[in-house]
């Protein structure tokens, strides 16, 4: 079967001009939750100060807040295959904006674990793991591209929402400050509201079937072991870096902007390395993308060691620049290697369980903090945080490249199945009325970077030689053209 026929077995909203307003404005809902959440490294040592404590007991509040941020798309990612993105949105969007109101009144610091951390952390991860899977569903040849833009949004909020948040403390202090943060989240959320839709729905087999399946694979686990170590170590810096620069000798506001560069930087991996994709394979681009934050965190810590300000600040910026790019290659990345790599078939949960890495944002931020404090500088955090990003990389690194030979696979790299097979070859049965996606030569399906993406039906009134009647039906049309 020719590209041709392909492209005309697709459903007609791949790659459509919805799919492209969808995913911009799902860029700019991911640019609300990723801002304001990393907004808080420009508040912490207003906050330390106020409640009397160390960074420790404050990063404890963003590690709170990012780990259930990603976290939460275990049940977020299931609830979207289920109920699709709008009661998610509500839903998320009412807890987000609530969180942080009610965070800004706090007069413990306790309370900011909970409220803080449940409100924007769970309440935000109910919409932005979702949302590049849904972005995911609307595309077929430019899905990397499409799920760069998403992941553009995170690298937005990084670079504009901390020097504003900055602003916001300077001028309002830092309670004022959250609820300015919470009426422009409302103001965004409307606006996602009101562009974001749902593709429409085409069944693909067992989702419950190949969810299993894909947590069976060697890749998975490296995935998402690899991902724990990579938010241990980006999350933690993110998060103290300002107070980190400014123990280093760095002022305030110098210290504001590396966070720009970091978001400024991390736009241009994503846009650049998911152009790349279709070309090199997402899934080498991705280990590309992990193996800049050794590096990065190499250049660190020769700053720690550089007493000239000028010198120190040029190389800080560099540091910046590479963490940037390697972190927002990553996370753009992710989406379309798990559709390459796993196909579609439940890709919300699939998704989800990806995110769930960030549970190592629970760990990173304390980590970095407490340490900060014990050890009295910031050299040994900096030393151990580059250590970390050194094990992921050599836990992805033998990754295969190619889509896995699930016969759930259903995605991109694989043209419908062929007609019957001769009466002296036995039919392979359909599990569960699955597409019988693998049945073709591997060779036409694991490509590294396959052209298209196919979609059949398969109900449970299958014909005789194991297909569906819709599958059939397809399956004959394609072959008479």
């Known amino acids: 079967m020719t590209a041709a026929d392909a492209a005309e077995s697709s459903p007609a909203h791949l790659d459509s001009a919805r799919g492209w307003v969808t995913a911009c404005g799902a ?22 100060e106020e409640f009397d404590t160390g960074l420790g007991p404050i990063s404890i509040v963003f590690g709170i807040t990012v780990f259930l941020y990603f976290g939460s798309a275990l049940l977020s990612g299931r609830l979207y295959d289920r109920f699709g993105i709008v009661p998610l949105l509500i839903v998320g969007g009412a807890l987000f904006v609530g969180g942080l109101v009610a965070t800004s009144y706090v007069s413990v610091l306790w309370h900011g674990y909970v409220l803080y951390g449940v409100g924007l952390g769970f309440g935000g991860g109910l919409f932005n793991a979702p949302l590049f899977a849904l972005v995911a569903l609307w595309f077929a040849k430019h899905r990397a591209m499409a ?117 400024l930087s991390s736009i241009v991996g994503r846009l650049a390395l998911t152009s790349l994709a279709r070309p090199l394979g997402s899934v080498r681009l991705l280990k590309i993308a992990f193996s800049g934050l050794p590096v990065a965190y190499a250049i660190w810590f020769i700053t720690t060691r550089v007493d000239a300000p000028g010198t120190k600040y040029v190389l800080l910026v560099v540091f910046a620049s590479v963490l940037g790019v390697s972190y927002g290659g990553f996370v753009a990345l992710l989406g379309d290697v798990t559709a390459h790599l796993f196909g579609l078939a439940s890709i919300g949960a699939v998704v989800g369980i990806f995110f769930f890495s960030g549970m190592g944002a629970l760990i990173g931020p304390p980590l970095l903090g407490f340490t900060h404090d014990a050890s009295g500088g910031v050299g040994v955090p900096i030393f151990m945080v580059g250590v970390i ?82 599958q059939t039906a397809m399956s004959r049309d394609i072959h008479e053209r």
């Open 27 to 48: 860029a700019i809902v991911v640019m609300a939750g990723f801002g304001t959440i990393y907004s808080f490294t420009a508040f912490a040592n207003d906050m330390a």
């Open 147 to 263: 799920q760069g833009i998403v992941a553009t949004g995170s690298g937005l909020g990084t670079m504009l929402y901390v020097p504003f948040a900055q602003r916001l403390l300077a001028e309002y202090g830092w309670r004022l400050g959250m609820r300015w943060l919470a009426v422009i989240a409302v103001v965004i959320l409307l606006f996602g509201l009101a562009v974001i839709r749902q593709p429409p729905r085409v069944q693909m087999g067992s989702p419950r079937r190949h969810l299993s399946l894909v947590l069976r694979t060697a890749a998975f686990w490296q995935m998402g072991t690899s991902g724990i170590f990579f938010t241990i170590a980006v999350i933690g810096t993110i998060g103290l870096i300002i107070p980190f620069s400014i123990d280093d000798g760095v002022e305030e506001l110098a210290a504001g902007w590396l966070v720009f560069a970091v978001g």
């Open 389 to 470: 990003a050194m094990a992921g990389v050599l836990v992805l690194l033998p990754m295969t490249r190619h889509p896995l030979a699930l016969p759930t696979y259903i995605g991109p790299g694989g043209p419908p199945p062929t007609p019957a097979a001769p009466a002296a070859a036995a039919p392979r049965p359909l599990d569960d009325g699955l597409v019988a996606a693998m049945s073709q030569p591997r060779s036409a399906a694991l490509q590294d970077a396959p052209p298209e993406v196919f979609w059949l039906v398969a109900d449970e009134d299958a014909s005789p030689n194991g297909q569906s009647r819709e």
